[in-house]
């Protein structure tokens, strides 16, 4: 996608040919700034501290992570520590697994210089992937945005998104806003509501900062806000993320997201669900009793940045001083709550038997 005329991906290969560059989501949405990552630290560094965030981008920074651990040490024993490293950073989104396992099959077999070329390549690999696989999703998604235009005789179709699953969330174009960007691109009406995603306000921060350069008319809205918005005919469909999803299609995502569907589900909101092959974990098929989410420093409750009139940026305290604050990163919501899982292969039920539709090579437990 671009910003301010210049294509750009999420993460890329340094002119140096070796040093991955990634923008720096911690400073959006004030400032666009780029970080080098030189070794498998900064990589693990990255996605903890969450200047990378988003499945499939943490799944791709893993990926390179694992390239810059090699340069520095390509035997078996500092790939397995890399790659124990990069999995421990952040623990709901499987994605990161995917692409972990990935890489280590395609390097297994090679050694010293060869190992290394071979990291890099199968890490573009992965990337281009995700591009291609986000086009499709996207497509996917757009049928729908076009059907409800049509049922509103071109009226704008408002649709309600939560946290960011949008290009920077990604390597290129998103998941839950590629249907956007595309129906947006094609004349259709769309207008989004933005929840702002407390505590880390990746909605108000990110997902803002992206449709407002893609010049998609958006509105943020305090996290509460959707019920009212539903139970007064203002939204007509819900599309977010997954950073998990269930063989039976239960969805884990950014904490809210399970309030948002009980709320679309009372309202008859269509409630969708966009999201890669590489987010579905195949091993689970209990959702709330088997995902496991991420606790994140009360801090990112207690306290809040942002820039001030004079332009700069500080971080205060919100809370009442002293008061303990819990920070669940993610909810499940469960599969009978979701109208439709938007994958890159087509439009499938949350059930089991909607995704082996589209996965039948998974029927029986088959390769990924
Ligand atoms: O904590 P984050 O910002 O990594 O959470 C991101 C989300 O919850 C996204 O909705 C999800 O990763 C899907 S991204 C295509």
Redesign the pocket.
């Known amino acids: 996608m671009k910003i301010d005329g210049i294509h750009y991906r999420t993460i890329w290969v340094a002119d140096d040919g070796w040093s991955v560059e990634v923008i720096d989501q911690t400073r959006l949405p004030h400032e666009f700034a780029v970080a080098r990552l030189e070794t498998v630290e900064d990589a693990a560094r990255a996605i903890k501290d969450?200047l990378v965030?988003?499945?499939?981008l943490?799944g791709a920074t893993a990926a390179y992570g694992l390239c810059l651990a090699l340069r520095q040490d390509a035997s078996d024993e500092a790939l397995d520590r890399a790659y124990d490293m990069l999995l421990a950073t952040?623990p709901t989104?499987v994605n990161l697994k995917y692409s972990l396992d990935a890489m280590r099959g395609a390097i297994r077999a090679a050694s010293g210089n060869a190992r290394i070329e071979a990291a890099y390549a199968c890490a573009a690999r992965l990337c281009d992937e995700d591009v291609e696989i986000c086009r499709r999703i996207g497509e996917n998604g757009l049928r729908i945005i076009r059907g409800l235009s049509e049922a509103k005789e071109g009226k704008t179709v408002n649709i309600l998104t939560?946290?960011?699953?949008g290009w920077l969330?990604?390597v290129d174009w998103?998941?839950?806003l590629a249907p956007i960007y595309m129906a947006h691109d094609e004349g259709i009406a769309v207008h989004v509501w933005v929840d702002e995603t407390r505590p880390?306000n990746?909605g108000a921060s990110l997902s803002a900062f992206e449709l407002g350069a893609h010049g998609v008319p958006h509105t943020i809205l305090p996290d509460n806000a959707g019920g009212h918005l539903m139970q007064h005919g203002q939204v007509d469909m819900c599309i977010?993320?997954?950073?998990r999803t269930t063989a039976t299609g239960d969805v884990a995502?950014?904490i809210g997201t399970y309030l948002k569907a009980l709320a679309a589900d009372a309202n008859g909101v269509p409630f969708y669900v966009a999201l890669p092959h590489t987010?579905i974990d195949w091993d689970l098929s209990d959702g709330v009793r088997e995902i496991e989410i991420e606790q994140r420093s009360p801090r990112e409750v207690t306290h809040m940045t942002g820039r001030t009139e004079e332009g700069e940026i500080v971080t205060v305290e919100i809370s009442a001083p002293g008061s303990p604050a819990a920070n669940y990163?993610?909810d499940v919501t469960p599969a009978r709550y979701v109208t439709g899982l938007i994958t890159e292969r087509g439009v499938a039920p949350a059930s089991r038997e909607g995704l082996l539709t589209l996965y039948p090579e998974r029927r029986h437990g088959g390769s990924k």
């Open positions: 969450m965030r988003g499945a499939p943490i952040r989104a939560h946290c960011n699953a969330a990604c998103g998941t839950a880390r990746q977010v993320g997954t950073d995502n950014k987010t990163g993610f």
